[in-house]
């Protein structure tokens, strides 16, 4: 009994590590790529002993200390509570999404069966979806809650903004919910560990790249970034919802976008790219198409799905940091236009097309 | 689920639930309705149901209060002053919740009344509350109520668009 709460303890920490690190390298990434599109140096002036890591000493070391060591100013006439409560609710949110997402396959030490995920659930995506679903009120109470026009604006943006591609986010997913049959993730990623006509890793972009570009377009919506940052749109509202944070509770706001873009980048991995799935590789090593085998130990296969799977996470970030500092801000009619009129009545044309393709390859058993 | 869970779970309900109607500003009562619900997930959780649980999630705590939200803050809704309702409403009150009251106890009253303890909890098939079997319940016994439901939410949505239109022109 002590020994499974232990297990469970021993994963929950350590998902939590991972993406606690995860969001660092996120920020390194979001300097990194900044700068170099504006052709600048950028992240390079902290420094141990005259050692920057490329930046990295200033984004996972210098940043956090800076923050965490700030006056933590609360305006006048606010609801305190309530102000002290965004930050943590849009952290808590994103956070616990992380918990049904599975970084390997199931193991078996000493005779016990050790799921790789902090919490093996049967309704995986629709609790991340439920989970997601809760990070809005981070956004709507920090804009109401800090008293000012400019908060208030982008908070009422933000939760007009993430309820409406909501929409097109959870129809993406039901699409590839009838795929797999399944809305268990581990399944999924199970599902998607065979091959089509002998080379193709059954992979889900290949059977729904539709689903994958509405579910990556509504997830960069879902996180609130460029080209959908009307939230906190500098330009027109200082910062939008936290312009009336700072320390701590900022770094909070900063952490949450991080590690919701993590979250995406996840669903994305597990959904439309294999998850811990390496093309090839069996529970005894690679067998690959030409007839070349490679017998491996228990051990690195699950070290590689493992690695593999983290390796999808940091690149699909990547991407997503990418497009957000190469595209320029929707205007807010065109951000609702596309939401409603473009990307909900294809997403119901994607659930119908699936369900009619579902349909005939059952029938045709 | 062990009494001592369901009994903390109940309070904790209880204390959030009160927080809806007591609170004087709206925003705080949105967000204990927010807890309430949540809370009622947990307990759908424990009761082995977990996808009704996530569903309440995303539904009701993730969709619904959060519009509710949006319109306190449109329409900047202040602190409501604290009154004694007339005595016409508090009247009608009382008389509807005598009324739940009343229904909550003849559940336990007899003849065929609800007990508690053994044998009140029996055990449930491996696939209850999954996906498959849910599905399968909406879409054949209570496929009739399933589509109803579905035609009220159209027209509740071509009622908002037929007024939407309206004002505009």
Known sequence: ?365 | MSPVVFGILAVLLMVSAFGVVLQSSPVRSALSLVVTLFLIAVMFLLLDAPLVAVLQVAVYAGAIVVLFLFVIMLLNLQDEPRAMARASILFSAVLLGSLFLLALLRLFIAPNRVRFGVGMMSAVSPDFGSVGSLGAQLFTRHLLAFEVTSILLLVAIIGAVVLAKRRLA
């Open chain 1, 1 to 365: 009994m002590v020994l499974e709460i232990g297990i469970a303890l021993l994963r929950i920490v350590a998902v939590l590590a991972m993406v606690m690190v995860m969001a660092g390298i996120y920020g390194w990434f979001e300097r990194k790529v900044s700068a170099l599109m504006q052709d600048r140096i950028g992240a390079n002036r902290a420094s141990i002993f005259g050692f920057a890591g490329a930046g990295l000493i200033n984004t996972m070391m210098a940043d956090p200390l800076k923050f965490a060591t700030k006056e933590d100013f609360v305006p006048s006439g606010v609801d305190r509570l309530l102000h002290t409560l965004a930050p943590c609710v849009g952290l808590f949110a994103v956070l616990v999404a992380f918990a049904a997402l599975p970084f390997g396959d199931t193991v078996q030490v000493g005779g016990r069966y050790v799921p790789l995920q902090a919490v093996p659930l049967n309704v995986g995506i629709l609790y991340i979806l439920a989970m997601l679903s809760l990070s809005v009120y981070g956004v709507v109470l920090g804009g109401w809650a800090s008293n000012n026009r400019f908060s208030f604006l982008g908070g009422i943006r933000g939760s007009a903004q993430m309820i409406s591609y909501e929409l097109a986010m959870g129809l993406s997913l039901v699409a590839m919910v009838m795929t797999y049959g399944t809305i268990d993730l581990q399944e999924m990623v199970r599902a998607q560990g065979h091959l089509i006509g002998g080379w193709l890793p059954a992979w889900g972009i290949f059977y729904q790249p539709l689903a994958f570009l509405l579910f990556l377009i509504a997830g960069i919506a879902e996180t609130k970034r460029a080209p959908f940052d009307l939230p906190e749109g500098e330009s027109e509202l200082v910062g939008g919802y936290f312009t009336e944070y700072s320390g701590m509770k900022y770094l909070m706001f900063f952490m949450s976008d991080f590690i919701e873009v993590g979250v995406v980048a996840g669903i994305i991995a597990t959904l439309f790219f294999g998850g811990w799935q390496v093309p090839y590789l069996g529970a005894d090593g690679f067998h690959f198409p030409f007839g070349l085998s490679l017998a491996l130990p228990a051990v690195v296969v699950i070290l590689l799905q493992l690695a593999t799977f983290l390796l999808k996470v940091v690149f699909f970030g990547w991407l997503q940091i990418l497009i957000r500092w190469t595209l320029p801000r929707l205007r807010y009619d065109q951000l609702m236009w596309l939401g409603w009129k473009g990307m909900l009545p294809v997403s119901l044309f994607n659930v119908l097309a699936t369900a009619l393709i579902v349909l005939a390859v059952q029938g045709s058993r």
